[in-house]
Nanobody
Framework: QVQLVESGGGLVQAGGSLRLSCAAS????????MGWFRQAPGKEREFVAA????????YYADSVKGRFTISRDNAKNTVYLQMVSLKPEDTAVYYC????????????????WGQGTQVTVSS
């Protein structure tokens, strides 16, 4: 059973930056597309970004396009989310997951969710 562990969250002022990491426990990680999602208090979990298994194709929610960058290092079984120009509305718990099939944007097409890492952006 693959396990995903997120890290890198924290408290940052608006305009600041953070880099999230998601480490996978299995080497088969490299064969799957990966995604980042987030969930703010009282809101549904939403898509943030995804990356194809080779890393050549990336996908972003409109709300983060131009500010967030997803990348992966298959040799380290790790996917990253670099976040710059953070806004208070980016405050949420951020989760990574492995894409099973289907859409890159739908959380229903992902499995093996991590436990999440909290990102808080103060104004």
């Amino acid at each position: 059973q693959v396990q995903l562990v997120e890290s890198g969250g924290g408290l940052v002022q608006a305009g600041g930056s953070l880099r999230l990491s998601c480490a996978a426990s299995e080497r088969t990680f490299m064969l799957y597309a990966m995604g980042w999602f987030r969930q703010a208090p009282g809101k549904e979990r939403e898509f943030v970004a995804a990356i194809a298994w080779r890393g050549g194709s990336t996908y972003y929610a409109d709300s983060v396009k131009g500010r967030f960058t997803i990348s992966r290092d298959n040799a380290k079984n790790t996917v990253y989310l670099q976040m710059v120009s953070l806004k208070p509305e980016d405050t949420a718990v951020y989760y990574c997951a492995r894409r099973r099939s289907g859409s890159y944007y739908s959380l229903d097409d992902y499995e093996h969710w991590g436990q999440g890492t909290q990102v808080t952006v103060s104004s």
